[in-house]
């Protein structure tokens, strides 16, 4: 949401953003004071435009600089706005609104995604008349002229319903399987760290060159991680495909893995780490390397903290027939058994979160291992490879 409103306060008012410095006066305020707030959805609801539209709280219009954050004081509850709105608005209207810190301060933000128009009010209420059609023109709201209204209705009557197609594909973009087979690796001691026999100096007392490199003494540690990882791991990406006849803005893809009989974590594909080396160059300070400080895709956000695995994919905005993949995500069992997936689509355009499933289920042998077995595991599966 921070994203979007950075976006948004540097644009200029019109057809789909009005800026508010104050909250509306809604909980107490008389029915001129309620119908300000139908008019502005009304206008934004009908105006012309490929979007979604906002109305944001709390933001005083600076233009041509970025809108000043100011804040709002008062609150108001959604579920009242969607209940008032929609007892006056004909035809049923979609809308939201969600309230954020943003800046240290509280703003109020109302999406109104495109849908099919005009919206109108069956009675007359407070400063409003009764079937107008209120649109909104650059920065200002007029009344629709008839031709307009008939306009509206030709448009978004040739529109499609949204048809979104989410699917899992693998690494090389194949349809990921039902069914996997992996090793999942336990350790039952702590492994000890890595040491090598010191080196010497060289002819007339110069240092070996091999004495530049400095022993990992974590090296068996991480190897061991390495290895429990790559050997369990599932690795996958979401691909969306808007088939629908418009464009799908701020397409948002949310993941959540149901409790499993083992743990689950879900990974960045880059937070994997690398293979550890037994040594590293002293020279090498690491600070110019990369990593996943380095290449960390900023639209895929792990949820931490949450009950069950989560993350949250941003693919930006989708033109009709265009599709979006993300990066790659990493999924890593403990051991076997059956993972769902539980998938929300969110965008502009869509009224409600389209919702699906996707189960897979994952077989193989979980292996204890101490120090000693470990090594004698490692120095099988090089055998096998080579």
Known sequence: MHNLLDMLRYKSEGTDIDFKSAQYRFTNGSENDKSELLKDILAIANSWRDGTGYILLGFKDQRPNPAEVVGIHDSIDDSRIQQFVNSKVKPKLTFSYEEHLYEGKTIGIISIPKQKRPFYLTNAYGKLKSNVVYVRRGSSTDEAEPVETIAMGHEDN???????E???RTADNDTLP???THTYLHFTEEFPDFERPSKPLGPFGILDVSSMYRENRHFWRE???YMRINKALIVLRLVLLNRSGVQLSNAKVELTIEKTDFHVQIIAESDLPEEPKPTSNMLDS???KGGPLFHKDNKLEIIEGAQVPECHIRLGSLLPGEQASSELIAVLPEGPGRIRFRLRVLGGELATPIEQEYSIETTGERISLDFKGFREYDTAEQRSDG
């Open 286 to 288: 690491g600070i110019f």
């Open 166 to 168: 989410l699917s899992l």
């Open 223 to 225: 190897y061991a991680e």
């Open 158 to 164: 040739g529109r499609a319903e949204m048809k979104i």
């Open 178 to 180: 039902l069914n996997l």
